[in-house]
């Protein structure tokens, strides 16, 4: 008995002792940044006395504390004290601050193709990214499906002109592309007369073309234009420009919509709200993507007592889904569980599914070097202009319905908000890294209240499109 008494008291006091002193970030003891200063986040025994470089720093609930340090050019030695009942644990960061390295790298110049020939490819990807410059942190312009001819006008390091120009220039990454092939000649593609068809979900223009050209597909206020680049309508000779455009305006509002090719098809399928939205259950079989933001492997942020967000972000969608169900509303998701599941198949999903709208929840973090007590609160991010109302009222409801700061409406590309079908929108309900709002996160009413603006906000923009 006494034996195993020992036993049990050593295992106590082994536990206690390792879980005096939590620091979960900074996660390594010596590194390099270049940062006037670095937040320390973590947690300690709620009853004792915490001391960054003889500091003592604050405790918020649980013992979580987040710290911002700030650092001096070169080594910066740290030390995180905890004391309890006469008792220290001390950790010990070295820190470097580097000042900024100038790149010095070569401009590439650009090398235009040869005046006596074309240069020839097609793209090779299921999501051939289009881009205005050179460079893969540019704006995109389209992501073209596989198969689509391209005609280069020169190449710039691994990015290819394409010949054509809209608004701003096309420019795609060699990967994207079949290796180009020298051409004497230069071919339109030949397009026929578009068919209007329409289903229970989308309006579809279909044009028949002799082989897949690049688009694009643009918002205008209330009007979708589409331009097909390289093409010939074989009823009017007098077209010589090589790009058609075609004007849709189907409603007083842009919905989901997107750019497709079937066999020798471009398609433009336009999403239609049902004739009539009850103003007492606006929800009633609207078709909604939920995406739990991460899942598996994929923490997300992690809290000052290691909650990962991706755990927040399931119990929130999670419960949303289940009140917009109650609502009426018909349900798809990217997961219900604590799985992985590819960012991708997270957007395939939701249009397989017919979705009219697409949620992604998140929950934010900050780079180390910005301040979590002075950077906080809730932010909606939209890409596509026909998501723009939507992000704008979940986000004002957000802030006014759980009392957060409103940290801002952005237009930002993200795969789950990138997407022009369904409309598409990326929640980041609160912060991580800062203590109140990571208190609340865990919190099952919280999280309640969370899924009912949520749902509010969906019901408030459905009323919106009532015709
Ligand atoms: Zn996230």
Known sequence: MRFIFLIISFFIFTLNSSFALDVVYPSSKEFTVNAASIYFYGNTNPKSMLRINSESVKLFDDGVFVQVVPLFYGANDITVESVHNGK?????????????????????????????????????????????????????????????????????????????????????????????????????????????????????????????????????????????????????????????????????????????????????????????????????????????????????????TRVPEKDINLAISKKLIHLLKYKGAIVSYS?????????YDRVDKAKENNAFISLSIHNNSLPPNKNPFITHGCEVYYYNDNAKVLAYIIKNNLSKDLKIKDNGLYKSSYALNRSTNPISVLVEVAYMVNPDEYKKLRSNKFQTEVAKSIAKSLEQFMILLKK
């Open 88 to 304: 220290v644990e001390r950790q010990v960061f070295k820190i470097t601050r580097n000042k900024p390295i100038a790149e010095k790298t070569l401009p590439l110049s650009y090398v235009p193709r040869n005046k006596n020939y074309f240069l020839y490819t097609k793209t090779i990807n299921a999501r051939s990214t289009v881009r205005e410059k050179p460079s893969k942190s540019s704006k995109r312009v389209i992501e073209l499906p596989k198969g689509v001819v391209l005609y280069l006008a020169g190449q710039k390091g691994d990015f290819y002109k394409i010949e054509e120009n809209g608004k701003t220039e096309f420019w795609i990454h060699k990967s994207n592309i079949e290796e180009p092939v020298i051409v004497s000649k230069r071919f339109q593609a030949k397009i026929k007369q578009p068919e209007n068809e329409s289903d229970k979900f989308y309006n579809y223009t279909k044009i028949a073309l002799s082989y897949p050209v690049m688009y694009t597909v643009e918002q205008e206020g209330k009007k979708l234009i589409l331009t097909l680049y390289g093409v010939k309508d074989s009823n009017n000779n007098t077209n010589n420009s090589g790009n058609l455009e075609f004007v849709f305006e189907d409603d007083n509002q842009v919905l989901g919509y997107d750019g497709l090719y079937e066999e020798d098809k471009f398609i433009l399928r336009r999403a239609k709200v049902a004739d009539k939205i009850n103003p007492y259950a606006p929800l009633h079989k609207v078709r909604i993507y939920i995406d739990a933001g991460h899942g598996g492997s994929e923490k997300g942020a992690i809290g000052p």
């Open 335 to 343: 997961r219900m569980d604590d799985s992985k599941v590819n960012l």
